[in-house]
C-alpha cells in the first residue's frame, strides 16, 4: 500500500518567487534517489485585449474545495507515475504581467515520469480546481474575466 | 429550509455579494435553487457556471439536504 501524503498548503499569496523556485530545487539534493526533475511554471501573459494589454491578474479561489482538488490531484499522480516527490504552489492575489502563478515540481528516478506527471498535473489543475482570474486591463482600470479553454 | 451559499468571480461580482444566506419554502434541488437565484440575479442567466453542494459539483436533480454550502462557480482559470 502507498503511503498517504498529507495535504499540503498550496496556495501563496502574490507572485512566486524565482528565489523560491531556486530553493526548493536546493533542497532536493539530499534525495539521491532522484535522477529527474520536471518543473512547469505558469507565468502571466500580456494578452492583449479590447482595451489595453493584461496587466496582471487578480487570483481568488474557493479555497476549501481547491485545497481539495489539489490533494486529489497528488493522489492521483503518486498512484500513476513512479515520484519520489511532488509540490505545487498557486497564487492567490494580483500577480503582475511576466511573474509567476502557478510552480509545479516532480521528481523521480527517471525522467519519463517527471516529464508525463507534470503534464498531468498542470492539466488536471487547470480543468478542475476551482480557481478564478480577473485579468487586469489597461490604464484605465477594466477588467475579464479569465476562462481556462 | 436555509443555507449558506457563496458567489466567486463574475458571479460575486453580480451578486455584488460574496455569501448570503438562502431562505427557501421547503425543499430544494439544486436545479429548483438554480432557477430561483436566476430569478433574483436575472445577469447571471447568460453566464457559464457550475453549482457545488458542500465542495462536490453537483446536478440539477441532486436533493438539498441542510446543513450545506452552495457554491456559484464561473469557468476555472488556474494555471
Not at chain 1, 535522477?35 to 479561489?61: M, P, S, W
Given at each position: 500500500?502507498?503511503?498517504?501524503?498529507?495535504?499540503?498548503?498550496?496556495?501563496?499569496?502574490?507572485?512566486?518567487?524565482?528565489?523560491?523556485?531556486?530553493?526548493?530545487?536546493?533542497?532536493?539534493?539530499?534525495?539521491?534517489?532522484?535522477?529527474?526533475?520536471?518543473?512547469?511554471?505558469?507565468q502571466i501573459r500580456a494578452d492583449q485585449k479590447e482595451g489595453g494589454a493584461v496587466t496582471g491578474i487578480?487570483?481568488?479561489?474557493?479555497?476549501?474545495?481547491?485545497?481539495?482538488?489539489?490533494?486529489?490531484?497528488?493522489?492521483?499522480?503518486?498512484?500513476?507515475?513512479?515520484?519520489?516527490?511532488?509540490?505545487?504552489?498557486?497564487?492567490?492575489?494580483?500577480?503582475p504581467t511576466g511573474?509567476?502563478?502557478?510552480?509545479?515540481?516532480?521528481?523521480?528516478?527517471?525522467?519519463?515520469?517527471?516529464?508525463?506527471?507534470?503534464?498531468?498535473?498542470?492539466?488536471?489543475?487547470?480543468?478542475?480546481?476551482?480557481?478564478?482570474g480577473?485579468e487586469l486591463v489597461g490604464e484605465a482600470?477594466q477588467h475579464v474575466w479569465k476562462e481556462?479553454? | 429550509?436555509?443555507?449558506?451559499?457563496?458567489?466567486?468571480?463574475?458571479?460575486?461580482?453580480?451578486?455584488?455579494?460574496?455569501?448570503?444566506?438562502?431562505?427557501?419554502?421547503?425543499?430544494?434541488?439544486?436545479?429548483?435553487?438554480?432557477?430561483?437565484?436566476?430569478?433574483?440575479?436575472?445577469?447571471?442567466?447568460?453566464?457559464?457556471?457550475?453549482?457545488?453542494?458542500?465542495?462536490?459539483?453537483?446536478?440539477?436533480?441532486?436533493?438539498?439536504?441542510?446543513?450545506?454550502?452552495?457554491?456559484?462557480?464561473?469557468?476555472?482559470?488556474?494555471?
Amino acid at each position: 500500500m502507498e503511503k498517504a501524503h498529507k495535504p499540503k498548503k498550496v496556495f501563496v499569496q502574490g507572485p512566486i518567487s524565482p528565489d523560491f523556485v531556486a530553493k526548493s530545487i536546493a533542497s532536493h539534493q539530499s534525495k539521491t534517489g532522484i535522477g529527474a526533475h520536471a518543473i512547469f511554471l505558469g507565468q502571466i501573459r500580456a494578452d492583449q485585449k479590447e482595451g489595453g494589454a493584461v496587466t496582471g491578474i487578480d487570483y481568488t479561489a474557493y479555497e476549501e474545495m481547491a485545497e481539495q482538488a489539489f490533494h486529489d490531484i497528488r493522489e492521483a499522480a503518486f498512484a500513476k507515475f513512479e515520484l519520489t516527490c511532488m509540490h505545487i504552489y498557486h497564487s492567490l492575489g494580483l500577480v503582475p504581467t511576466g511573474e509567476i502563478s502557478l510552480f509545479v515540481f516532480v521528481s523521480s528516478p527517471h525522467r519519463r515520469a517527471a516529464f508525463e506527471a507534470s503534464e498531468y498535473i498542470v492539466e488536471e489543475i487547470k480543468a478542475n480546481v476551482p480557481i478564478f482570474g480577473k485579468e487586469l486591463v489597461g490604464e484605465a482600470g477594466q477588467h475579464v474575466w479569465k476562462e481556462n479553454t | 429550509m436555509s443555507f449558506q451559499v457563496k458567489y466567486f468571480g463574475m458571479l460575486a461580482e453580480i451578486a455584488g455579494l460574496s455569501d448570503e444566506v438562502w431562505n427557501a419554502a421547503g425543499g430544494l434541488t439544486v436545479g429548483q435553487f438554480r432557477a430561483q437565484m436566476l430569478d433574483k440575479y436575472p445577469a447571471m442567466r447568460d453566464k457559464k457556471f457550475k453549482i457545488a453542494v458542500n465542495q462536490k459539483i453537483s446536478e440539477d436533480f441532486v436533493l438539498i439536504e441542510t446543513p450545506a454550502e452552495i457554491a456559484l462557480l464561473p469557468p476555472f482559470a488556474g494555471g
